[in-house]
């Protein structure tokens, strides 16, 4: 264990609980809770508009807790850090702003089989709405991108390739290094969905060759409702804006408008100062293990979990080695459907997801419906691991 069960009020609470679903959500350190509570018990009001001394403490912390994520993520230039509701808004952000703005008939974007349906669906409505050609990248019989389709999908019409850095349904980490060094080649836009990735692997965004990269907060620590879209300055500057209205305006005329400086010109309205400062408080208590740590925590995990799993017999577990994986491990059991195998999980106090994942173009690749994923985190143990297997094997004495 990396980290204290203990600062984790919810799994203190329910100390026979065996959480395995933080790729869904994560649970919530005491330091990320009361940094919230903080903030709403001291500071809250609403930033950037106010001359009182309040409001200008509300915009201050809203401005430190970019400040805090920039540092996290490994990005100097602040002003690049847009706060959004999650990846799923991030990307709707670039796919449409952008996207409207650039994106047009007979142009090609191109995205993988893996995708989750964040950064699947909206590039497939942006493409039928302009009747642009949406090319879906295959992939290798373990579960990774076919590096050679890829490549030979990627052609001169193409203005748009997207993919996710770590596959939420299987796990894979991909090479985003090669994929994107592969759309530069034809000068598309590189946009990689980092849901999976920023809490569980060090980043260093600026040193990534990517154009946009999208994560959700809740998924590494924070609280829910507070997501950041990183994008290329020169690129956040000429492109126009998602929403409009309060905040992101620098005039409005009667007949037109112009737009305020980054980051307020991608955050329209009233921002989620709390949640902010949450997210903040996640980085800082991840920053305090270290992201080598816990990419190592999770590896030895999910390691010990896939060879186990697939020691019992009729068990499958899906995508590449764990090595190359991140602390997912999606499996199915012969003749038990993933839903009634969770169900019995359930009754151990095993927390996992049964499903599509909400990657049902990578299910229909699979040629399965569905399967079971537990996904592990720092404050995941062998003992979980432990029980998991315990929950499989009730679950094939139960189906026979
Ligand atoms: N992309 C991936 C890979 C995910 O795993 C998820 C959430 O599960 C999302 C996008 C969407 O994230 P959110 O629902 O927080 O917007």
Known sequence: MIVDRADFPLLANHPELHYLDSAATSQKPRAVLDALLDYYRCDNANPHRGAYTLSARATERYHDARARVARFIGVRDMDRVIFTRGTTESLNLVATAWGYANVTAGDEIVITGMEHHANFVPWQQLARSVGAKLRICGLTADGRIDLDQFQALVGPNTNVAAFG???????????????????????????????????????????????????????MLGPMGCGVLVGKREILEQMPPYQTGGDMIEYVADERSTWNVLPHKFEAGTPNVGDAVGLAAACEYLDGIGMAKVREHERTLTASASERLSAIPGVRVYGPP??????????????????????????????????????QPLMRRLDIPATARASFYIYNTEADVDALIRGVERAREVFG
């Open 165 to 219: 850095h770590v596959s939420n349904a299987l796990g894979t980490i991909n090479p985003i290094a090669e994929l994107s060094a592969i759309a530069r080649r034809v000068g598309a836009l590189v946009v990689c969905d980092g849901a999976q990735a920023a809490p569980h692997l060090p980043l260093d965004i600026d040193h990534l060759d990517v154009d946009f990269y999208a994560f959700s907060g809740h998924k």
């Open 322 to 359: 764990a090595a190359d994986r991140s602390g997912v491990v999606s499996f199915t059991v012969d003749g038990i459907h993933p839903h009634d195998l969770a169900t019995i999980l359930d009754e151990g106090q095993v927390c996992v997801r049964a499903g599509h994942h909400c990657a």
